[in-house]
């Protein structure tokens, strides 16, 4: 029944876009852009801002697609600053952006362990107009199946994916090299109050889940990823996905679904593990200058490798940014839960997070998470009992070289956790961690 509902939501869609899109194709061209008033394009000279920042915003929303793109086809609010570089090439706008964390992690307690290791990611972009549209390019690469700790990232209560056949727990997995390989179509059907979208990729993120960990500016200067990771966002590397939507007012309400292959990537991290597209998701959001917030919900097939079960997720976040004289103020909140259709269980996930950047290059930052964990003793037998981990982190990053080429940060954080008694045995009874990082990314540049 849900295939077939699902299949008819998709079949109405694309029949209103292509008629929509045909309709908008007989109408007027639009009226040349108003002249600037004389000295009007000195007002704002000289002012620092970041690199996606640095093109004005009162321009159609499908033009600046890039601009507040976080993940997938989910923006992040218009006001949040990503540094960046930016340049030319003919008719194309060229965009380039990454993070690079080198870490010592050290995480305590009997099962703890301390290592060196690398999270990073780097992402291309390309743009320009084509026909009535917007043509968008992207490419995220990362390094982490080289950089990472044989078995993933050290991560106390930590699981999803596997490591030699065996469920990964107590770590982080890999990211794969390709993260996307995306093109994006963008078609203004009735001027900037409507438009179409089009999002195709043999590695890309479908419309479920807020804006991935990594690209979440109220997370930039966090270098290990959430616990409810597994319950909000892991869809963000998926080897087959087409999303299809549509975008009201300048882009500030969007409703879009995906068709896509659910599965996880699989332990081999150097390729693209294609795999049907019978999973599906539905997912409508509210975007402004300073807030963003959405809902989902998805059907994946089958994403665990070790677990025969569908999962019904459902998430909603909302995230707030706050630009500020010299820094910026950025908070999520996240929720995300998993419905496992062949066990009949559900696991929800809390996360706050918040980064205060202050006297520009001062970072203070936050993140809190209540999650359930039903895969920490996956080889014990069916039923997996469900425990309650809290997870609470803070820390802080000074930057030691800012400019517009780069910025170089030097950062640490601890984390406290919370958990049931009957875990003290097997934990500890106050386990907690601490990374010491050094942090790297594009500089900011100037408008």
Known sequence: MRVRTFA????????????????????????????????????????????????????????????HLGSGTMPKPKSAPEPMWMWKWGAWDMMAHGNLFLTYNQQGGPRGVGKFESMNWFMLMEQRKLGPGTLLFRQMLSAEPLTAPHGGFPQLFQT???????????KQHPHDVFGELSVTYTVPLAGEKLAWQFYGAPVGEPALGPVAFMHRVSAAELPAAPLGHHVQDSTHITAGVITTGLQFHKGMFRVEGSVFNGREPDE????????????????????????????SYGYLTEPEALEHTDIERQT??????????????????????????????????????????????????????????????????????????????FGGVRDLVQNERVQIGLGADFTVYSKPAALDAIYGEQPAGFRVFLRFRPGVMKH
């Open 268 to 295: 081999f991290r150097h390729t693209i593990d294609f795999a049907p597209m019978d999973s599906w998701s539905l997912r409508t959001s509210f975007h402004s200058m300073n807030w963003s917030a959405q809902y």
């Open 8 to 67: 008819l939501f998709v079949l109405l869609s694309v029949s209103t876009c292509v008629a929509a899109q045909h309709e908008g194709h007989q109408q007027a061209a639009a009226p040349a852009p108003q002249q600037s008033k004389p000295g009007e394009e000195k007002k704002h000279e000289g002012h620092d801002m970041a690199g996606m920042q640095g093109m004005q915003h009162d321009e159609p929303a499908q033009k600046m697609e890039h601009e």
């Open 160 to 170: 999803g994916e596997t490591y030699r056949g065996l469920p990964l727990v107590d």
């Open 316 to 393: 909603a976040s909302v995230t707030y940014n706050r630009p500020m004289k010299a820094g910026n103020w950025a908070t999520s909140l996240i929720w995300g839960r998993n419905h496992k259709t062949e066990e009949q269980t559900v696991q929800n996930s809390y996360l706050l997070e918040s980064t205060l950047n202050f006297l520009r290059r001062n970072y203070a930052y936050t993140r809190l998470e209540l999650v359930d964990k039903d895969e920490l003793f996956p080889l014990a037998p069916p039923p997996h009992e469900s425990f309650r981990i809290g997870a609470y982190t």
